[in-house]
């Protein structure tokens, strides 16, 4: 007995049946984590003992072609010792949009590195009456991420993104500024002491010189992050030579594109780099080791015959942009992206955490300067994954990062699964939805793009009808 064949039609129909059901399926992840999650905001996670200070904390937020995301804002906020805040501000005063550097003054108030859309504003923020004390404008600086005031309202500045359209010639620099006479007193220009190919040759972000800062007992020696060439260096302001270098383009074991590095020194002078190394995902303090030569800073001795050693790191963190050393010995770092600002003991471990969505930059705590010890004068050393924070917090999730790398753990081509792994874990935050989970947002791109493809090829199908259709409304 012969059974009938199933039309075209029929079959169409069970197609369409069978992708709506999957296009529902992929979708209801996202509603259900969007209703049911409760999105990391601002206040504590693990506090196992209290801070010994205020902690200042910068949050970038995110803007996209200088449009808000109101659930992603750009804020300055205080965290009290129990990891509680004590006062926000938004910037609107200012114009700021984005929020970047923060520093702490000698005089109580704070100094903010902030941008828009049409430059960098600067400002002295006063958080005993809440109010901006001193703002000062750098229009067309694009994109700055740090800003120094010196004395006598002098700014030294970490200029990036300083392209000329019209010669195709990157004019990335580091300067200071006098605002009083606005006249530029000290300028150096990176395409004038680096190979003009370095990362590839001049771009519209060359350099992204992110950090800048004065070092030393005079304002002689300047150490700055030309992040995209993969090295902190210092540079002698006399003679405008970089008389130490740690890193080198490309070398990626080293330094990969790294954000705030900090200058310590051992009790016998010893040069000590604390830097947050962003791409590795992990905090690093490298020693500078020159043999038999003297290796301190003015020592003069030139930057290539001297090699950094590795003495200390911390992984397991998420785009980290910030860490400093407390006199303590424990270390502050900015886990960028998973919301957090940490306070970590030399093994690892979280002992203080402040939730600061979204996507905070730098953490401050304590007097200007007030820098801890080295690892090695705090007898300390070696290689360590950060552990201990919220159960319910960001770095706790399982997310589709970390399946990509405990999938491609199985195979030969692990390093290729964890690059892979890294780069997506960088990159989803900024177009995931607040409130929804890593793997419900997988979940929906893939719900919306089976229903793009049903669209497509319901549109194929229908296209002599479609076709005829506007034919007929164009008449």
Request: aromatic share 10%; net charge negative; hydrophobic share 35%.
């Amino acid at each position: 007995m012969d059974f009938p064949r199933a039309s075209g039609h029929s079959r169409r129909a069970v197609l369409r049946r069978v992708l709506a059901a999957l296009v529902l399926a992929l979708l209801l992840p996202a509603a259900y984590s969007a209703v049911a999650t409760d999105a990391v905001e601002l206040g504590p996670g693990t506090v196992e003992q209290p801070a010994e200070n205020t902690t200042y904390v910068s949050v970038q937020g995110f803007h996209f072609a200088g449009y808000g995301k109101p659930k992603k804002p750009a804020r300055l906020v205080a965290a009290d010792p129990d990891a509680e805040v004590e006062w926000r501000f938004d910037g609107d005063s200012v114009g700021a949009n984005w929020f970047y550097e923060v520093d702490t003054l000698s005089n109580g108030n704070l100094f903010v590195t902030a941008t828009n859309t049409d430059g960098t504003v600067v400002f002295e923020y006063d958080p005993a009456t809440g109010e901006p004390v001193w703002t000062h404008e750098l229009p067309g600086a694009m994109d700055t991420h740090n800003v120094n005031l010196l004395s006598g309202r002098r700014l030294l500045v970490a200029n990036m993104r300083n392209f000329d359209e019209s010669t195709g010639v990157s004019d990335d620099r580091l300067y200071i500024e006098d605002t009083e006479s606005g006249e530029t007193e000290w300028e150096w220009l990176f395409r004038e002491h680096y190979p003009n190919d370095t990362d590839g040759g001049f771009s519209e972000d060359w350099t992204h010189v992110n950090d800048v800062d004065l070092i030393g007992d005079d304002e002689r020696y300047v150490l700055a992050s030309p992040r995209n060439f993969d090295q902190a260096i210092v540079v002698d302001r006399e003679t405008d030579e970089i008389v130490m270098r740690l890193g080198s383009d490309d070398d990626h074991e080293i330094l990969y594109e790294q954000h705030n590095p900090e200058y310590l020194e051992r009790e016998d002078g010893t040069p000590v780099v604390l830097v947050a190394d962003s791409e590795n995902d992990r905090v690093v303090e490298y020693e500078r080791d020159c043999g038999d030569a003297d290796p301190r800073l003015g020592a003069g001795t030139p930057p290539e015959e001297c090699e950094w050693e590795r003495t200390w790191s911390v992984d397991g963190f998420n785009w980290p942009r910030d860490a400093d050393r407390l006199p303590n010995g424990n270390t502050l770092v900015t886990d960028t992206l998973n919301h957090r600002v940490v306070e970590i003991t030399p093994e690892g471990e979280v002992v203080w955490e402040f939730y600061a969505a979204w996507a905070p930059y730098d953490a401050e705590r304590g007097e200007e300067g007030a820098n801890g010890p080295t690892m090695a004068d705090h007898g300390t050393g070696g290689n360590y994954t950060v552990t201990g924070g919220g159960d319910s917090g960001p770095a706790s999730q399982y997310t589709v990062g970390d399946g990509i790398s405990d999938f491609g753990s199985h195979t030969p081509w692990s390093g290729a699964f964890d690059e892979l792994a890294t780069r997506y874990s960088h990159v989803e935050p900024f177009f995931r939805p607040v409130g929804i989970g890593s793997w419900a947002f997988l979940s929906l791109v893939l719900g919306l793009l089976v229903a793009l493809g049903w669209g497509v090829g319901e549109a194929v199908v229908h296209r002599r009808r479609i076709t005829a259709g506007i034919g007929d409304r164009l008449g």
